[in-house]
């Protein structure tokens, strides 16, 4: 794959090899700190599995919606939509970063098996939840999320405790976040 390296404000090398996915509940940071990582490299896409599953414009249904098998039909799709995205843009050189939330093991397994043979690397941003609460409260109304996020942060961590980077981003700043991100994804996140 070509343009491996990318360089960071800083001068310091950045690989830009493989596949990141960064995940978390929503108000965990994912979409302000996925396109700036994306931007430490020197060729990188930034992937919203939110954008690819809003693409569906009738007929849609939700993680949350029913009929549950429809929305689970359609979730799988999205991961295959975003697999296949990035698979296409690393294919040319280009550094792919999925942001979705990524809540239990078998949607994971599934999408590191798509993005194989290429190194997977799973960053899940983790402050604490009440973090993740003010964050969604501070949003514009149409997109705040309309439910508790602490019983879904509970089944996130019993499914995937000790997979990949968790990573509390709560004293951190987004750039920061990014920074660490691009500088540790590589050691720290590897599926």
């Known amino acids: 794959m070509g343009g491996a390296f990318g360089v960071q404000a800083s001068g310091a090398a950045v690989r830009s ?26 060729r990188a896409a930034h992937i919203s599995g939110d954008a690819l599953s809003y693409m569906v414009v009738q007929g849609r249904v939700g993680f949350l919606g029913r009929p549950a098998e429809e929305s ?6 999205c991961a295959r939509n ?4 990035a698979d296409n843009f690393a294919e040319n050189g280009i550094f792919p970063v999925i942001e979705y939330t990524i809540a239990d093991r078998e949607l994971l397994d599934l999408m590191v098996e798509m993005l194989r043979p290429r190194p997977v690397m799973f ?7 009440e973090v993740c609460r003010e ?6 109304v149409e997109e705040r999320v309309d439910y508790d996020v602490a019983p879904f942060y509970r089944a996130m961590e019993e ?13 951190l700043t987004a750039e920061e976040t990014a920074a660490a991100i691009t500088a540790g994804a590589h050691d720290k996140a590897v599926v």
């Open 17 to 42: 090899t493989g596949c990141l996915i960064v995940s978390g509940m929503p108000g965990a940071g994912k979409s302000t700190v996925s396109p700036l990582v994306a931007a430490h490299h020197e």
């Open 72 to 77: 689970r039909r359609q979730l799988r799709l």
């Open 135 to 140: 964050r969604n409260a501070m949003r514009a």
């Open 159 to 171: 499914e995937l405790a000790g997979v990949g980077w968790w990573l509390d981003s709560a004293g």
């Open 82 to 85: 975003m697999c296949t995205l």
């Open 123 to 129: 960053v899940v941003l983790a402050p604490p939840v």
